[in-house]
C-alpha cells in the first residue's frame, strides 16, 4: 500500500513552459485534492474532485487545470508557467463516504517546483 | 468565511519543556478540527483531530480540545522531545464545500536538547 505518491519530487522549470505534476493514490479514495505551501502562508487549495470526472476550483486555481479520469489519478498542469508559481505542490486524498468532513486526508510527500 | 488562526512561531523549547500552540477558528456550523504535523522534507500527516464540541483528540503525548464557546482547539504536550521538531498546521473542514481543509499558516517547533 503506497498511500499517495507524487512525481517529480523536485522540477525547474522556465517562465512559460507548461507541465504536469502527476498524483496517484492507491486507497480508492473518491476526493482528492491539490494544495501549495507558500512559506508564512500555510497550505491553500488549488483544485479538488469527488470522484472521476468531477473536479471544482478551490482558493488559487489561476495557472492551474485539473481532470480525473480515473479514480487513482489526479493530475495538475501548470499551462504556462510564472514565477508566482514557484512552491511547494501537496496532493491529497480522503475517503467520500458518509461523514467524510471527520475523516483525515492522507498527504503525498510533495513537489518543490521552481520557476525562473 | 470559514477561517483558522494559529500562533506564529518559530516556537524554540528545551527538551520536556510544556508546549502551547494556540489555534482559533472561524466557521458557520460545526466543523471537525485537526491538527496535522510536518516533519522536515515531508508531507503533511495526522497528529489528531476532533469532530464535535467539547471532543478531545490526543496522539503521541499531544492533546487538544474542541472548544466551541471560545472557537478554539489549542495544541498542548506536557514533555517536548527534540523529535518533536517540525511544523504544526491547525486546520478545519469546511461543512458548504465538500470538507474541503481550510489551514492555519503553521507554527515552526524547534526542540533543542
Known amino acids: 500500500n503506497a498511500g499517495v505518491t507524487q512525481t517529480p519530487k523536485f522540477q525547474v522549470l522556465k517562465t512559460g513552459q507548461s507541465m504536469t505534476l502527476q498524483c496517484a493514490q492507491d486507497?480508492?479514495?473518491?476526493?482528492m485534492s491539490w494544495y501549495r505551501q507558500d512559506p508564512g502562508m500555510g497550505l491553500r487549495l488549488i483544485h479538488y474532485?469527488?470522484?472521476?470526472?468531477?473536479?471544482d476550483q478551490g482558493e488559487v486555481p489561476n495557472g492551474y487545470n485539473v481532470s480525473r479520469s480515473t479514480t487513482e489519478d489526479f493530475p495538475l498542469r501548470l499551462l504556462s508557467a510564472a514565477p508566482s508559481q514557484t512552491s511547494v505542490y501537496f496532493c491529497?486524498?480522503?475517503?467520500?463516504?458518509?461523514?467524510?468532513?471527520?475523516?483525515?486526508?492522507?498527504f503525498g510527500p510533495g513537489t518543490r517546483l521552481t520557476v525562473t | 468565511g470559514n477561517s483558522v488562526t494559529q500562533m506564529e512561531g518559530p516556537v524554540t523549547l528545551s527538551e520536556e519543556a510544556f508546549l502551547t500552540i494556540n489555534c482559533t477558528y472561524t466557521?458557520?456550523?460545526?466543523?471537525?478540527l485537526f491538527w496535522y504535523v510536518q516533519y522536515p522534507g515531508e508531507g503533511l500527516q495526522l497528529l489528531l483531530k476532533?469532530?464535535?464540541?467539547?471532543d478531545k483528540g490526543s496522539n503521541k503525548g499531544f492533546e487538544a480540545t474542541y472548544r466551541k464557546e471560545t472557537t478554539s482547539f489549542h495544541l498542548e504536550k506536557g514533555s517536548v522531545q527534540v523529535s518533536d521538531s517540525a511544523v504544526y498546521f491547525c486546520?478545519?473542514?469546511?461543512?458548504?464545500?465538500?470538507?474541503?481543509?481550510?489551514f492555519g499558516k503553521g507554527t515552526k517547533l524547534s526542540v533543542k536538547p
Open positions: 491529497a486524498s480522503r475517503t467520500a463516504s458518509t461523514g467524510y468532513a471527520t475523516y483525515e486526508q492522507y
Open positions: 486507497m480508492n479514495h473518491e476526493y
Open positions: 474532485s469527488v470522484g472521476a470526472g468531477i473536479t
Open positions: 466557521a458557520t456550523g460545526y466543523p471537525s
Open positions: 476532533a469532530t464535535k464540541a467539547d
Open positions: 486546520a478545519l473542514s469546511d461543512m458548504g464545500s465538500q470538507g474541503n481543509l481550510i
